[in-house]
């Protein structure tokens, strides 16, 4: 018997406003029940199921509908068509700290999110300790949320997820979560979940994770499953699929990623060499120059810039940000513009990706972040082979003259 | 129905924590925090007093306070239950629990505040009464209270989840729920005895005004406190059939709609 089950499963969305459609014509057709020509699936005949122990990893680009299937095995959502059965209590690290108040403690806040994800007052009260212990606020417990910062709260917020002990785990994104050192926990504690046999969904974009975590992967794309099977062959697939969208231009990049706050937004982005010349193809061992023009839509303090450099596989070849540089920007407002410039690029001949972003200082909230955004092409005259290279000097040193054994 | 009440109560635990975070953080900081439940309707009835005398409008002033009372409870929940859907989407879209729980909530910490606020009622009563010699002809009427509050919750209850609903969908409704409680407001005897309803409407107009159940709901508890008339018998049962019926249609009406919510958030 499977943990879920889900069977020629659609989800149809209807838009409140279709486009060039005004207020009160949209008002009308929505009294009216007429259906707009901007509704849209979410979910086409999908089919699947997971097995009790298993860790099921969904990838796809963004709007391929994946955490509409996540809020459905979560049952916050109802297919429009098809249906969904999961066999135990179900619980879900879709929304860390539910329902936190800023004016509460983080007891109370504790017992409050716990009983949003289904525990009783009473196991809340069990697990209380664990729960103080896990998150390593200490005396903290007792002041409210507000005086917290971001990551304390995330970390509240995780631990009294994972005392909920559910048997089926529902995953988004949120491994992420924290400074280094909590996500190694929160890792830990996931790798936990999954030797406790626990049924685990996960949605993610990170391929390195999916392939160290997953046992195997549903792939979707424009709300089908493309690709049901074991996690090598999906993200192989996926990758493959990645590059001939690059290598149609790199328009309609599907992985192409973004999210953030808007708080800061990316207005646009110049990638020049050295020279200054926007070439298609940069020139391996000269410099890369990147401008990002941006917009503040408030004062923001302490704004962190960072990019990152992926080849296809996702794997990350550089990155950086005015953070790990020292190079302090106290505040921005309105638009601006900041310059980051890499010298003598080492990069070997091939295509690579690069990410931007505009994140606040402790990493937690996102204004703006492009992943896997902006193509770039390289071409290097240099010998070797790999992602990267630099100059390499051979020398052949003489052999020395075997020495006698002394008599 | 029964299956609803079963629901509801398999999420007690929730219910409670949401309950104490309501109260919790409406007088988190402030310095007198409780007791401004019983502090407002004090001022407020005084307010008012001053106001009616000036336009030589006669009321009782525990008639008036009980009016208020009764009044801010029904408001404060249905301005708060408004939002009470649309303002935590996050909770809605990622968290699985009954929605129904959200303006339940909602009510019982109205309602916690409301029955203190009658402790207040109590205390001025006794006050007017034994320092002031007022008459009150309350007396085995106090018993009814129970009955009538389960009535006032019903409508309340009934109307909270339709609004709450309602916003998910035309998010209008919260910017006209304030123009129609001012209304509401007028058409419900709160600064006025029922009597002058009574005597300046004609007999067809006054069953109409009647057809409103706050007419009903403010009456009882003035019946209850004060042995004033009860509502006529008539005017009286339909009141309490359109309570009863509110809550029905207006819980069912939320659970129709309850799973699509994540939808439109």
């Given at each position: ?21 005004s ?61 969904v ?48 212990e ?28 994972a005392a909920?002990?559910?048997?089926i ?7 992420a ?39 195997r ?32 231009g790199g ?19 110049e ?10 193809e ?36 550089f ?10 920007i ?53 010998e ?7 100059p ?16 | 129905?029964?299956?609803?009440i ?5 999420w007690?635990?929730?219910?409670r ?16 925090g ?17 106001f ?33 859907i ?25 309602l ?62 919260e ?34 005004y009647?057809?409103?159940p706050?007419v ?11 042995g004033t ?8 049962y ?21 799973p ?6």
């Amino acid at each position: 018997m499977s943990s879920i089950r889900v069977t020629e499963m659609s989800k149809k969305f209807r838009l409140r406003h279709a486009r060039g459609e005004s207020q009160e014509k949209a008002l009308f057709r929505r009294l009216l029940r007429r259906e707009s020509r901007d509704d849209f699936w979410a979910l086409r005949d999908v089919s699947f199921s997971v097995d009790p122990g298993e860790t099921v990893g969904v990838i796809g680009p963004n709007g391929s509908g994946k955490s509409t299937l996540l809020s459905i095995l979560a049952r916050t959502m109802v297919p429009t068509r098809g249906t969904v059965a999961t066999a135990g209590t179900v619980s879900s690290l879709l929304e860390l700290g539910a329902g936190f108040h800023p004016y509460l403690t983080g007891r109370e806040n504790i017992f409050l999110n716990g009983s949003i994800l289904g525990m009783s007052q009473k196991t809340v009260a069990e697990r209380f300790r664990g729960i103080v212990e896990f998150s390593e606020l200490g005396e903290f417990i007792d002041s409210p949320l507000r005086s917290y910062s971001s990551g304390m709260a995330v970390r509240l917020g995780f631990s009294v997820a994972a005392a909920a002990d559910p048997d089926i785990l529902l995953v988004d994104e949120v491994l992420a979560v924290g400074d280094e050192s909590f996500q190694k926990k929160s890792g830990r504690k996931m790798r936990e979940f999954k030797e406790a046999g626990k049924t685990i969904v996960v949605v993610s974009h990170d391929m390195n994770m999916i392939r160290s975590f997953c046992d195997r992967v549903v792939y979707l794309r424009q709300g089908r499953v493309v690709f049901d099977g074991p996690t090598g062959d999906a993200v192989g697939t996926y990758i493959r699929d990645v590059q001939a969208h690059l290598a149609q231009g790199g328009e309609g990049l599907k992985v192409r990623h973004e999210w953030g706050d808007r708080r800061v937004e990316i207005d646009g982005v110049e990638i020049t060499d050295g020279r200054g010349r926007s070439e298609l193809e940069l020139e391996g061992g000269g410099d890369l120059i990147v401008t990002v023009a941006f917009t503040a839509r408030e004062p923001v303090k302490d704004p962190v810039f960072g990019f990152a450099i992926h080849d296809l596989d996702h794997t990350l070849c550089f990155g950086s940000n005015t953070q790990m540089a020292d190079f302090h920007i106290p505040a921005i407002a309105g638009s601006g513009k900041v310059r980051f410039r890499l010298r003598s690029l080492p990069l070997l001949t091939g295509r690579f990706l690069l990410s931007l972003s505009i994140h606040s200082q402790d990493h937690l909230t996102s204004y703006h972040r492009r992943e896997f955004y902006y193509p770039l092409s390289v071409v290097a005259a240099g010998e070797g082979a790999g992602i990267f290279g630099v100059p390499v000097e051979w020398e052949f040193l003489p052999q020395p003259e075997p020495e006698h054994q002394g008599s | 129905m029964l299956k609803t009440i079963r629901e509801l109560c398999r999420w007690r635990d929730l219910i409670r924590n949401m309950v104490l975070r309501n109260l919790r953080v409406r007088y988190k900081g402030s310095v007198l925090g409780f007791l401004w439940t019983m502090i407002s309707p004090l001022f407020m009835m005084l307010i008012y007093f001053l106001f009616l005398r000036l336009l030589r409008i006669p009321i009782d002033l525990p008639e008036l306070l009980i009016g208020i009372l009764a009044w801010t409870f029904f408001a404060t929940c249905l301005s708060d239950a408004v939002v009470v859907i649309t303002a935590a989407p996050s909770l809605v879209k990622r968290t699985p629990f009954p929605k129904l729980v959200m303006p339940a909530a909602m009510i019982l910490a109205n309602l916690i505040n409301f029955l203190l606020s009658l402790l207040v009622l109590a205390g001025f009563l006794a006050v007017s009464i034994i320092f002031f010699g007022y008459r009150s002809a309350a007396g085995w009427s106090l018993l009814a209270l129970p009955g009538v509050i389960i009535l006032n919750l019903a409508l309340v209850a009934g109307l909270s989840s339709f609004l709450a609903c309602l916003n998910v969908y035309f998010r209008d409704t919260e910017h006209l729920i304030s123009i129609l409680l001012l209304a509401w407001f007028f058409m419900t005897p709160i600064m006025y005895p029922l009597e002058r309803a009574l005597g300046s409407l004609s007999p067809a107009l006054f069953s109409l005004y009647c057809l409103n159940p706050m007419v009903a709901v403010v009456s009882l508890y003035r019946f209850v406190f004060l042995g004033t008339a009860p509502p006529a018998a008539a005017g009286f049962y339909i009141s309490m059939a359109v309570c009863l019926l509110t809550m029905v249609l207006g819980t069912a009406f939320f659970l129709r709609r309850e799973p699509y919510f994540a939808d439109e958030l």
